[in-house]
């Protein structure tokens, strides 16, 4: 049924031109810096865009193809905006497990899966790269490949659908994402209490997830910890029975603008880390020269950090406990925007690259310098 | 070929202890063949290391010596994954057995690939938690096979495949190198090789560490066992339930054949005199599953339901499920040998996808049971064969052919959780075009440009597709032209 009323007047097909100009750029030895809704164009190495010589872009390459709502599965062009999908899914009672940033609302599908980030329930519901059952996408060769597919359940071949997310348009066009939808949550609340350290934070959060209360997203700030529960109305709506006196409800909206960057940590104009690593670890950021402020997600795995560090300083930090550090916004002259690889993932990288794209024709030097 | 075979004998001796060398023909014989018991053939050798640089050093020699290499976990494939060639090592993860850190904060447990399954839920249960994909060959198939294979399970409608639950690995490659793919975090620096490496039937690189994700015990569990007088409406109502936004941690079906064969083995109580059974199970707070079990009794009853049963408690429950979980072996006792296949297709087509299975089935004069994972598509058929009488096997595997081109056809795949192995090689020719195999191949290459890994399994050569004569289904040469498609 939906499969018909999604189809938008205004959807258009842009492959024929996508392999065109990949073709042209091939001949000419030019590269192409890809572009969605460019909501994400701070994100990723700044000396990118400079060495591209034109610009694909994909916004234009637009319309969801399918969705089937008993499925739980839709398939859209690239260049659909996310609020377009987002209105779809709400109009069947369901939605995006990954609940992706938008930074603006240009915000497209193939970006948001070449950029792999994930919105504030990551810990609960999955990543993007969880989500994605399939892709289409145009390689450096202009060939168009389909890898992946359509059902929940798929291990034909090597799963290279979610290889690709996350990979920054430096391996190929994405040009067509097939994703697994969910129903949405028929209730949502937010509680806010305050919290004397980021370890009883953590320690909170992990003691209502072993009474299996239906936690759904995190945040720890400023001595505060703010929970999300989501679930049937049932039991939501009473579930302040099952919590101390200390919680005070508080907006839903808290989470779209942590999602999407709207909280004032996020508008001061000052460097801002991205961290990803375990939650156990008694690392303490705020002894790191230049430390400004920090705001901790995904029940204490990722944190973002403000302030002008020592590059080095906080890598050394964050290496020992195997996590990663990535300069995420307003990059201070850094060397590194993303962790470093190891010697070997670095050497598969710098071959996986030369496979998909041999003329090295897309986003150059987006992640690291090598490639 | 003796030559190189005690040449390579001598060389792994000074690498692993005698008792870790198996080469006598007796000694190679229980690693002929894994699940696929179809086939058969005997390794040249038999390694069983039991430290990292022992395997390191193996993958050396073997590299050097342009000798094939073939992991194997349990055995319990069932795409002839682990099949040895006659000129290969066969390389056992058999005695990396130990869980080496369990994590409760991060909710995490490090393990060793040759670990069972089931073990993993075993040693995390003390801390309330659980590793939730559950395959049925759970009690003996290894965790190192379940991310090779990217291994599912009853369960993994609402808790997703092995891929979703793992978080870090560390892999051995063709040159002896060890490297750690992902770290403590959620997402990991540059390319997701997690994703990659998952799934990859043993073809990239030996699993030598696993960080699997652990989630709590759910307080509460309830399984509704809903008998159908037909098929087609059981399937509708497996749409039904997620239409109205439910995702059971389970749903599952079994056709009349399949029901039979598992009440005759496990006595769980199921109707034999249904068409067809569902399974659902739903889990979480007490007040979540109870509302949630009402909301699907309505369904299931409105759905034509002839009779439904609720778990009363948790030994009910767990016997509901011991019937679909030993639905293999129950089938295995009623008839000498089974073919399991394993399409997934979108649901909306089960009803027609079964009449043509059922319609084969008259055709090819062999049986079916059915046994699925309905909420997530994935169908099992088991062919009911004899290997001794001349010719069934070959018209077994050629109903099992024509079942996977019906799953493709109607936009599925031909392996939702199984893998392709040997078994479904032919049919990677009619899923996948020659650029993209061609693809696959030379992802291959970055890892093991020689070919050593697990050579001949999962990815066919163009060559191997062109003497199959199999034709990409996609363009438009469909082979059920009466099925609806999109
Ligand atoms: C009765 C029965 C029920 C089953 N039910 C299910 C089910 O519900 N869901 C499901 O998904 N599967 C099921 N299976 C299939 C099988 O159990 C799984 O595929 C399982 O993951 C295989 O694990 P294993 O340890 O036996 O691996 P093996 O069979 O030994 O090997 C499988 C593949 O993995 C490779 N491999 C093994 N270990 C490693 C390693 N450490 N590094 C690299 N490669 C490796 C092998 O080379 C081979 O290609 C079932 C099988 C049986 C017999």
């Not at chain 1, 990979?167 to 697994?180: A, M, P, R, W, Y």
């Not at chain 2, 659980?130 to 009690?139: F, K, M, N, V």
């Not at chain 2, 497996?238 to 995702?247: E, K, L, Q, W």
């Not at chain 2, 394993?342 to 079916?368: F, W």
Request: charged share 20%; proline share 4%; with cysteine.
């Amino acid at each position: 049924m939906n499969n018909i009323n999604s189809i938008n007047t205004n959807d258009k097909d842009c492959t024929e031109e996508f392999v065109e100009q990949i073709q042209a750029a091939i001949t000419h030895k030019h590269c192409l810096q890809i572009i969605g809704g460019n909501s994400k164009g701070f994100y990723g190495r700044p000396d990118s865009p400079a060495r591209c010589d034109s610009i694909l872009n994909v916004s234009s390459h637009t319309g969801i193809l399918y969705y089937e709502p008993s499925e739980l599965v839709l398939r859209a062009r690239a260049g659909t905006p996310i609020a377009e999908i987002n209105h779809l899914l709400a109009k069947n009672r369901q939605c995006l497990s990954f609940n992706p940033p938008c930074y603006s609302k240009h915000t497209t599908l193939g970006g948001v899966v070449a950029s792999g980030l994930t919105g504030p329930n990551r810990p609960y519901w999955g990543s993007v790269r969880d989500a994605v059952l399939g892709l289409q996408i145009i390689n450096g060769e202009a060939n168009v490949l389909n890898f992946g597919g359509q059902v929940i359940k798929n291990v034909a071949g090597y799963d290279l659908s979610r290889f690709l997310v996350g990979s920054l348009g430096t391996l190929g066009l994405i040009n067509e994402v097939t994703v697994k939808v969910i129903p949405q949550n028929e209730l949502t609340r937010s509680f806010v209490s305050e919290s004397a350290n980021t370890l009883d934070s953590i320690k909170c959060i992990s003691q209502l997830k072993y009474r299996s209360l239906p936690l759904s997203a995190s945040c720890i700030h400023n001595n505060f910890l703010t929970i999300q529960f989501s679930g049937p109305e049932k039991l939501i709506s009473n579930i302040e029975s099952k919590l101390d006196n200390r919680w005070q409800e508080t907006d839903n909206h808290f989470w779209s603008d942590l999602r999407d960057h709207k909280l004032e940590f996020f508008k001061k104009t000052k460097s801002l880390w991205r961290l990803n690593l375990s939650a156990t670890d008694e690392l303490n950021f705020s002894s790191l020269k230049h430390y400004q402020s920090e705001l901790i997600e995904w029940d204490g795995r990722l944190r973002w950090l403000t302030g002008n560090f020592d590059e080095s300083e906080l890598r050394q930090l964050v290496n020992k406990v195997q996590g990663q550090a990535c300069s995420f916004r307003n990059q201070n002259s850094v060397n590194f925007v993303f962790q470093p690889l190891s010697p070997e993932i670095k050497h598969l990288s710098t071959q996986i690259k030369q496979t998909f794209d041999p003329h090295g024709v897309f986003n150059p030097n987006k992640m690291y310098s090598d490639w | 070929m003796e030559s190189s075979k005690s040449k390579l004998i001598t060389e792994l001796r000074l690498i692993v202890p005698s008792q870790c060398l198996l080469f006598e023909e007796e000694q190679l014989a229980p690693y002929e063949c894994d699940g696929l018991s179809a086939y058969r053939q005997l390794p040249m050798l038999v390694v069983l290391p039991e430290t990292i640089e022992q395997i390191q050093a193996i993958m050396k020699l073997c590299s050097q010596q342009n000798v094939p290499v073939i992991a194997r976990g349990a055995g319990t494939g069932l795409s002839g994954g682990a099949l040895p060639r006659p000129d290969s090592i066969l390389l056992s993860l058999a005695k990396f057995n130990k869980i080496k850190k369990i994590d409760r904060i991060n909710q995490i447990a490090v393990v060793e690939p040759g670990v069972r399954n089931i073990s993993i839920s075993e040693a995390a249960k003390e801390h309330n938690l659980y590793y939730a994909p559950d395959p049925s060959s759970q009690i003996a198939c290894t965790i190192g096979g379940n991310v090779a294979e990217n291994a599912g399970g009853v369960h993994c409608l609402k808790y997703g495949l092995t891929v979703h639950n793992i978080s870090s690995l560390k892999i051995i490659n063709i040159e002896g190198e060890l490297i750690s793919i992902g770290d403590s975090g959620l997402d990991s620096a540059g390319y997701d090789f997690l994703a990659l490496l998952t799934g990859s039937e043993g073809l990239l690189g030996i699993i030598i560490e696993i960080t699997v994700k652990l989630l709590v015990i759910p307080p509460k569990a309830t399984v509704l066992l809903a008998a159908f007088n037909s098929i087609e409406k059981a399937g509708a109502a497996v749409a039904n339930i997620i239409a109205a936004g439910i995702i059971p941690a389970g749903l599952e079906m079994m056709d009349q054949n399949a029901v039979r064969a598992a009440e005759a083995f496990a006595h769980a109580g199921y109707p034999t005199d249904a068409q067809a059974i569902l399974l659902c199970e739903l889990d979480g707070l007490a007040e979540e599953v109870d509302a949630l079990t009402d909301k699907s009794y309505k369904i299931l009853m409105a759905a034509d339901a002839v009779d439904i049963k609720i778990s009363r408690n948790d030994e009910e429950r767990l016997i509901f499920w011991k019937g679909r979980k030993a639905a293999f072996p129950a089938v295995g006792r009623i008839t000498p040998d089974y073919y399991c296949m394993d399409g997934t297709i979108p649901r909306k087509h089960l009803a027609k996808v079964l009449k043509e299975i059922s319609r084969l089935s008259d055709e090819y004069g062999l049986a079916v049971a059915n046994v699925f994972h309905a909420g997530d598509g994935n169908l099992h058929p088991l062919i009911l064969y004899d290997a001794n009488k001349p010719g069934e096997l070959e018209r077994t595997e050629e109903f099992g052919g024509k079942i996977l081109e019906l799953c493709i056809s109607v936009g599925g795949t031909i392996t939702g959780e199984h893998g392709v192995g040997i078994e479904k090689i032919d049919h990677m020719c009619i899923q996948f075009s020659k650029d993209e195999l061609e693809f696959f191949r030379k992802i291959k290459q970055v890892f093991d440009p020689n070919t050593l890994l697990n050579p001949g399994k999962a990815i066919p050569t163009l060559s191997r597709c062109a003497e199959f004569g199999a034709m990409h289904v996609h363009s438009g040469d469909e082979k059920f032209p009466e099925l609806e498609r999109f």
